[in-house]
């Protein structure tokens, strides 16, 4: 009866407190409490906090697809929600099971974590200081991630997990594909610079314009010879075979996504745009399972480690009072 009240009264308090008056209807939404933890309570807000620096690389990765950017943003909410839940049941078994981390230990971690992050303790709450957080605010939420982590160092261990070899060779011959060492292209490349065509949003204007020709059947190597800003001689075809690695990594990962004879949408760098169209693909021999036995079982053992993670935040769900509402 007591935990019921001590919950319901946390709940009532956070609505009082989301609640608007006049013209606050924006801070109400950013507030409003999204999930409910035993007798805490986790908001909008602090989701939001949590999310902000994944969300700003998926806000600059698909700035020119906002239906993606909807999708993965709505994705990374969720699990940025659930890693929030999981923080709570952690620091409640902490706590009912009596564990005691000495908190010189912890003092000592937290000095560490701000030198490797912040320089030093000015810098820090210069930072917190933009961000409107309290030195208190930003040693509470580190104490309570270095607590997570040891718990999860204490129930979620690899001593344990046992691979073995059948599942070893199982995995192998399932994945043959992944372990075909130094796959290598012949690719062609169409380079807008920047510099020559009037700044980035002319060049990508002109690259949209070029990658729409080549929608239409036109041949790559010749609008290649026409627009290109490097290798027009040959079509844009560099001369060499090219292995992963050897290019910037979006253009890399442009490439190597690439069937033979497909082209790339406009790749955009600070310095110009990119079209790539792979001509050859040149399948290396399949590596010795020998050769890859410690990369499976390492693979295998982060898998068997996940599960047994999930395993246990689900029974400290079981026995927790866990409810989430929609954002």
């Given at each position: 009866?007591?935990?019921?009240?001590?919950?319901?009264?946390?709940?009532?308090?956070?609505?009082?407190?989301?609640?608007?008056?006049?013209?606050?209807?924006?801070?109400?939404?950013?507030?409003?409490?999204?999930?409910?933890?035993?007798d805490?309570?986790?908001?909008?807000?602090?989701?939001?906090?949590s999310?902000?620096?994944?969300?700003?690389?998926?806000?600059?990765?698909?700035?020119?697809?906002?239906?993606?950017?909807?999708?993965?943003?709505?994705?990374?909410?969720?699990?940025?929600?659930?890693?929030?839940?999981r923080?709570?049941?952690v620091?409640?078994?902490?706590?009912?099971?009596?564990?005691?981390?000495?908190?010189?230990?912890?003092?000592?971690?937290?000095?560490?974590?701000?030198?490797?992050?912040?320089?030093?303790?000015?810098?820090?709450i210069?930072?917190?200081?933009?961000?409107?957080?309290?030195?208190?605010?930003?040693?509470?939420?580190?104490?309570?991630?270095?607590?997570?982590?040891?718990?999860?160092?204490?129930?979620?261990?690899?001593?344990?997990?046992?691979?073995?070899?059948?599942?070893?060779?199982?995995?192998?011959v399932?994945?043959?594909?992944?372990?075909?060492?130094?796959?290598?292209?012949?690719?062609?490349?169409?380079?807008?610079?920047?510099?020559?065509?009037?700044?980035?949003?002319?060049?990508r204007?002109?690259?949209d314009?070029?990658?729409?020709v080549?929608?239409?059947?036109?041949?790559?190597?010749?609008?290649?010879?026409?627009?290109?800003?490097?290798?027009?001689a040959?079509?844009?075809?560099?001369?060499?075979?090219?292995?992963?690695?050897?290019?910037?990594?979006?253009?890399?990962?442009?490439?190597?996504?690439?069937?033979?004879?497909?082209?790339?949408?406009?790749?955009?760098?600070?310095?110009?745009?990119?079209?790539?169209?792979?001509?050859?693909?040149?399948?290396?021999?399949?590596?010795?399972?020998?050769?890859?036995?410690?990369?499976?079982?390492?693979?295998?053992?982060?898998?068997?480690?996940?599960?047994?993670?999930?395993k246990?935040?689900?029974?400290?769900?079981?026995?927790?009072?866990?409810?989430?509402f929609?954002?």
């Amino acid at each position: 009866m007591t935990r019921n009240l001590s919950r319901l009264i946390a709940v009532l308090a956070a609505v009082l407190l989301a609640r608007p008056a006049m013209g606050q209807g924006l801070s109400a939404q950013r507030n409003s409490v999204v999930a409910e933890v035993n007798d805490k309570i986790i908001t909008r807000q602090m989701v939001t906090e949590s999310m902000s620096r994944e969300a700003d690389l998926l806000r600059r990765q698909y700035a020119r697809q906002p239906k993606l950017y909807a999708q993965e943003y709505t994705q990374l909410r969720a699990d940025t929600l659930e890693l929030l839940v999981r923080r709570e049941l952690v620091l409640r078994e902490y706590k009912e099971k009596g564990f005691k981390i000495p908190e010189s230990i912890i003092e000592q971690r937290l000095r560490e974590d701000i030198r490797a992050q912040y320089g030093d303790r000015v810098t820090l709450i210069k930072t917190l200081q933009k961000s409107a957080m309290t030195y208190e605010e930003f040693a509470r939420r580190e104490r309570e991630r270095i607590i997570q982590m040891v718990m999860h160092g204490q129930f979620i261990s690899k001593a344990n997990i046992v691979i073995s070899p059948r599942k070893i060779e199982e995995y192998y011959v399932a994945n043959k594909d992944q372990f075909r060492a130094g796959v290598e292209i012949r690719v062609r490349i169409i380079f807008l610079d920047a510099k020559k065509h009037g700044g980035p949003e002319d060049t990508r204007k002109l690259a949209d314009e070029i990658h729409q020709v080549l929608q239409a059947d036109s041949s790559f190597a010749e609008v290649a010879s026409v627009y290109s800003d490097q290798n027009r001689a040959t079509g844009g075809l560099r001369p060499d075979w090219v292995k992963r690695g050897v290019l910037t990594p979006a253009l890399d990962r442009a490439a190597f996504a690439l069937g033979q004879g497909q082209v790339s949408s406009v790749v955009a760098l600070a310095h110009g745009c990119f079209i790539l169209r792979c001509e050859e693909i040149r399948q290396a021999k399949l590596k010795t399972l020998a050769e890859v036995r410690g990369q499976i079982e390492q693979t295998l053992l982060e898998a068997e480690q996940q599960a047994s993670e999930d395993k246990w935040y689900e029974r400290l769900k079981r026995k927790s009072y866990v409810r989430q509402f929609s954002f």
